[in-house]
């Protein structure tokens, strides 16, 4: 009996111990870097209105950076206490499984050797016993036995799905913990990318007030030209066809052709916004060796080429330079809040031809300035194709 009950209370413990975990260990650390989290969109925001000057463009990407690097502070810790949670629960487990196999074969023995009892020919109980009162004992000491033995199986079975449960727990956190590890990298991606949007606005404007206006505005035009340029018509164009030639006129990258892709299908074309829905071009364009300008994609000096592209769409341009790339560039602080390049430029001035990259619906805008000008192909699989800067 001492035994049995030494088994029950280590289960309760046992039990007891498998639900805790270090879920709010440091909380009060993670508030506060959600707190400054929350601060800083809010400065944000409110720096937003003030970006117009070169001080307040500069005061916004702080902000920005910092905003980047308390989300990088906050995830570190939460990978932090993820980890933990991990050993402990893992610990546990082992512990438990071996602790269920070992009492389960203990209990295993107890239970058939008081069911041989149980069956044994009472006249052996009444054979060796002293009296009718130890016969008594005799009988009841094995009903108490199996009782309890009862009851202790009940308890494990309760233990063992609880057991099965944490494992599956144990296997939710860890796909946290991989979540939360991408979810890192491109935080750090995205502060390093900050970080030299910054040191790009800096260089290129060279603390000069007039300039930063000047890019900015022509920026601006860029938006406002595809945003009001107006639709003049429409055909079927096939894969390779000319749709347009590259315009002369461009902004901080010179003269060269905007090309866009985004998930967009024909029947959304009057809902078209240039800041949605865009996907990175040197994915769905065929493998080519391509040539870069110097900072054409981050900060890298010089120009060079190498081979990109990840899918099977024509380039729209034969032989094209690169002079910016899709994503964070250091261009791309042009943008505003966006911060954000939607395409690829690039240039020929050898062959100016423009050409659809799949077969397609064209649609054809024409701007006030060459700026707006330009050609929208949809294309079956979903997606919109966008030349922007036509002659």
């Given amino acids: 009996m001492a035994v049995l009950k030494k088994l029950a209370i280590w289960f309760y413990v046992a039990t007891f111990l498998l639900t805790l975990t270090v879920r709010g260990v440091r909380a009060d650390l993670l508030s506060d870097l959600q707190d400054k989290i929350n601060k800083l969109q809010e400065q944000i925001t409110a720096a ?8 307040g463009q500069i005061s916004y990407m702080d902000n920005q950076i910092s905003l980047t690097a308390t989300k990088i502070s906050l995830t570190e810790e939460k990978l932090s206490r993820v980890g933990k949670n991990i050993e402990i629960v893992a610990e546990k487990i082992a512990s438990l499984g071996e602790a269920l196999e070992k009492t389960s074969e203990i209990l295993a023995n107890r239970i058939g050797w008081t069911y041989k009892q149980g069956r044994a020919d009472p006249l052996i109980n009444l054979v060796f016993a002293r009296n009718m009162g130890d ?29 099965s449960s944490q494992k599956d727990e144990l296997t939710n956190i860890k796909k946290q913990q991989e979540e939360l590890r991408v979810q890192l990298k491109n935080y750090q991606a995205t502060l390093n990318s900050q970080k030299k949007s910054k040191q790009a606005l800096l260089d290129t404007t060279k603390n000069d007030e007039r300039r930063y206006r000047t890019l900015l505005s022509q920026a601006q035009a860029e938006l406002d030209g595809l945003r009001l340029s107006t639709f003049t018509g429409k055909r079927h164009v096939g894969r390779g066809e000319v749709i347009g030639l590259m315009g002369s006129t461009g902004f901080s990258t010179g003269p060269h052709l905007h090309f866009g892709v985004y998930s967009l299908s024909e029947n959304e074309s009057d809902s078209f ?10 994915e769905v364009l065929s493998s080519k060796s391509i040539g870069f300008e110097a900072r054409a994609c981050d900060d890298t000096p010089s120009s060079t080429t190498k081979t990109v592209g990840g899918g099977g769409l024509e380039w729209p341009m034969k032989d094209p330079r690169v ?8 261009w791309s602080w042009m943008y ?31 701007g006030s ?23």
Avoid: W
């Fill in 48 to 55: 937003h209105e003030k970006q117009l000057t070169l001080a």
């Fill in 273 to 282: 916004n240039y800041f949605e829905r865009s996907v990175n071009p040197i």
């Fill in 135 to 163: 016969l008594v004992s005799r009988i009841t000491y094995l009903q108490v036995v199996a009782r309890h033995d009862r009851d202790l199986l009940e308890k494990m079975t309760i233990t063992r799905q609880t057991y």
């Fill in 323 to 330: 002079t910016q790339c899709y994503g964070h560039t250091p």
């Fill in 369 to 391: 300035s060459s700026f707006g000008n330009n050609v929208r192909v949809f294309h079956k699989n979903g997606k919109m194709t966008l030349y922007l800067h036509l002659q």
């Fill in 336 to 366: 505003g809040a966006v911060n954000f390049h939607h395409g690829l430029d690039f240039y020929n001035f050898e062959d100016l031809s423009v050409r659809s990259v799949e077969e397609g619906e064209a649609y054809f805008y024409r």
